[in-house]
């Protein structure tokens, strides 16, 4: 069995079509079957049935599939180790001003390493260190941190950002309460209990969130508040890295300060990652 086959696997599951997998793989079609077929007479399991409208995966199949992911990511792994590549996954803002510091002082510790930051929207940056498309990140918190390797490195306030001729716009400190009618953006891809702790759902009243339009990205979020759309929540090193025209921040006042975790695998042998855990608990001491 062959990584180029474990690819193979995947991109099937991801398309439903075997055509389709086929021109995203620069494959033939026939070529494809024929591994496909192969593959489910070495395991002696079917992997996909097979329907007019294309093919989906069995349940062994969607186990396999799943297997086959995290092999492909491991694999992954081990190449970024080798080209002594670390790879860093963030949210956003990441941990304020505590993600470039310690990027510039790893760089200097480690000029013969690479770090690749990796972005991600709203929780992503927990799922790719699950799926081990990053070697360590700094994850936004709740998350669920389940068998990784963490500790809270990073706290900071949070905002409310509001469009620049919004009646609030002026204030030097505003309440969860004092937006409580005011249409909030939010997303639906990100785990519940992260849209609800930076919602502040329930409110102090016991109320739910107005809730406004949703959004994919920290882009399309900050694009529709400037356009009056609504308003919403962020952390503050949020209104020093992304200021637009059309959009002003204002304190939020009496809400729990964002908690930045540094994640990694329980057990990592990377030794780059030691090293980047080690230089982000040296600056993060108070």
Known sequence: MELRQLRYLVTIAETGNLGRAAERLYVSQPALSQTVRALEGELGVRLFDRHPGGVSPTAV??????????????????????????????????????????????????????????????????EALRAGLVDVAFVWLPADLTGFAHEVVHREPRV???????????????????????????????????????????????????????????????????????V????????????????????????????VALAWPAGSANPLVAAFVAVVRELSRP
């Open 160 to 230: 409310v950002g509001l469009p620049e001729n919004h009646r609030l716009a002026g204030r030097a400190g505003l309440t969860v309460m004092d937006v409580a009618d005011e249409p909030l953006m939010w997303t639906e891809r990100a785990p519940r209990e992260w849209v609800d702790w930076w919602a502040v759902n329930p409110r102090p009243d016991g109320s739910a969130p107005k809730w406004g339009p949703t959004n994919d990205n920290v882009e399309e979020m900050l694009d529709q508040v400037a356009d009056g759309v609504a």
């Open 61 to 126: 199949g969607r186990d396999v599939v799943e297997a086959a992911r995290r092999t492909l990511a491991a694999a992954e792994g081990v190449r970024a180790a080798a080209a002594r590549v670390l790879r860093v996954g963030f949210e956003a803002s990441g941990a304020g001003d505590l993600t470039s510091r310690v990027r510039a002082e790893f760089a200097r510790r480690h000029p013969e390493a690479r770090l690749e930051p990796k972005r991600y929207d709203w929780g992503g940056e927990a």
């Open 232 to 259: 919403c929540f962020g952390p503050a090193s949020m209104a020093r890295y992304y200021t637009r025209p059309g959009l002003v921040w204002v304190p939020l006042v009496g809400a729990e300060p964002l908690r």
